[in-house]
């Protein structure tokens, strides 16, 4: 049994299986868990359930501490299938228990469900007391989807903030001082770059909203991974330095090559790069795992971009990580782009126009070469790198 405080129980499940997220999308190398809690207080308060396959696993663990007929409040903090999967089981036990959910999970509830349940809606700053202690919800459309809201436990000071500030982490343990806390900053980076930063004006806000508040935190209780007791507000200012678009000076060389040509010259940009000493990294992303690409161009100010052309175009294991770029709405990145050609040589400049569509600025003319570039076009390339490095230096 494991316990946040007294009479605060992790109810959740460990799903050490799962390694992918949102269909096949999302690669989670760690597994994931569904955080759920039981508060007792003089009333039992549920907060959140798990996704529908791990039910069982839920339930044993929600009965080792309450007669789950008595649960009287249920907070769906966020209506996504991983968090409400087990919320059908749990109501058949207590169908006259009452969900709480923001007005627009109230509406994702319903969708999802097709239930009468009997549904409270609650904004921002209302409070419900249980006992000793109240609930104060505070809701963050958006973070990630219309319906999240955070729900803060006075007395206690647990901000149980759901998809925010978590990560795909399965373990044994659940506090952040008791694991390896450099696995759960990349997982939790790897969430905030491939999930939230399309919403990161909305994350400054709301973390601006928060301090406001002026509230003691004891913890962060995400619905996934790992729980932040020690330090908590140490995420908190990781996310608002990630929300605020800041980048490391390297540089990301990702592409795909068909015979090699193209896989030459990114290595000789990247050794332009090293030159005048900026950092890089090379994926050739039809091996890769994407969202580790898009973690890493997240992370660096500079995309390099190559493919060899095919059918007028370039290889299309590209295009799922240039789409993600788009949608995920990067800022402040520059980039330029390169490849081999047999005989049209359209790639680079098609490469230029998803970097664009994707908010890149591109700083330098593409550069390509005809099959198998000679020494002098691999100098060519190191000059490249060199003076795609030195802009990017220049522009600090
Ligand atoms: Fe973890 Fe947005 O669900």
């Not at 991983?82 to 509830?109: F, R, W």
């Not at 000071?157 to 990349?186: C, W």
């Not at 770029?325 to 047999?342: D, E, P, R, V, W």
Request: aromatic share 12%; proline share 3%.
């Amino acid at each position: 049994m494991k316990k946040l405080k007294e009479n605060i129980y992790w109810v959740g499940a460990n799903d050490w299986e799962v390694r992918y997220f949102h269909g096949y999308e999302l690669s989670t190398h760690r597994g994931s868990t569904y955080n759920a809690f039981l508060i007792k207080d003089d009333k039992n308060v549920l907060i959140d359930t798990v996704w529908e396959p791990l039910t069982e696993n839920f339930l044993e663990r929600l009965k080792e501490v309450v007669d789950i007929k008595e649960i009287d409040y249920v907070v769906i903090n966020h209506a996504e299938p991983d968090h409400s999967g087990a919320l059908p089981v749990i109501m058949e036990y207590c169908p006259s228990a009452t969900i709480i959910a923001s007005k627009n999970g109230q509406e994702s509830i319903k969708r999802h469900y097709h239930k009468e349940w009997n549904v409270k809606v609650v904004k921002t700053g209302d409070k419900i007391n249980i006992g000793k202690n109240d609930m104060i919800f505070i809701e963050a459309p958006m973070l990630h989807w219309p319906d999240s809201m955070f729900t803060y436990l006075t007395g206690e000071n647990i901000l149980f903030s759901n998809d925010a500030f978590g990560q795909h982490f399965a373990s044994s343990d659940i506090f952040n001082d008791e694991v390896d806390e450099t696995e759960v900053y990349q997982e939790a980076l790897k969430y905030y770059a491939n999930i939230l930063t399309p919403f990161s004006k909305l994350v400054l806000k709301k973390i601006d909203e928060l301090k406001k508040l002026n509230v003691p935190v004891d913890m962060i209780a995400p619905s996934h991974g790992i729980i932040w007791r020690e330090n908590p507000m140490r995420i908190v200012e990781k996310y608002y330095e990630w929300a605020s678009g800041k980048s490391d000076n390297s540089v990301v060389i990702f592409y795909n090559s068909m015979w090699g040509a193209t896989k030459k010259m990114a290595e000789h940009i990247g050794d332009g790069l090293d030159e005048v000493g900026v950092s890089y990294k090379i994926y050739n992303v039809a091996t890769a795992d994407k969202n580790d690409v898009i973690t890493e161009i997240f992370k660096s100010k500079g995309v390099i971009c190559g493919s060899s052309t095919v059918n007028n175009g370039i290889l299309s294991s590209l295009t799922p990580v240039l789409e993600e770029m788009q949608g995920l709405k990067f800022t402040n990145k520059i980039g330029a782009s390169f490849g081999s050609y047999g005989w049209s040589g359209e790639s680079p400049k098609v490469l230029e126009e998803f970097l664009k569509k994707a908010k890149v600025e591109i700083i330098q003319e593409n550069i390509k070469f005809k099959y198998v570039p000679n020494e002098n076009e691999l100098q060519e390339c190191i000059d490249f790198g060199k003076s795609f490095g030195d802009k990017l230096l220049s522009e600090n």
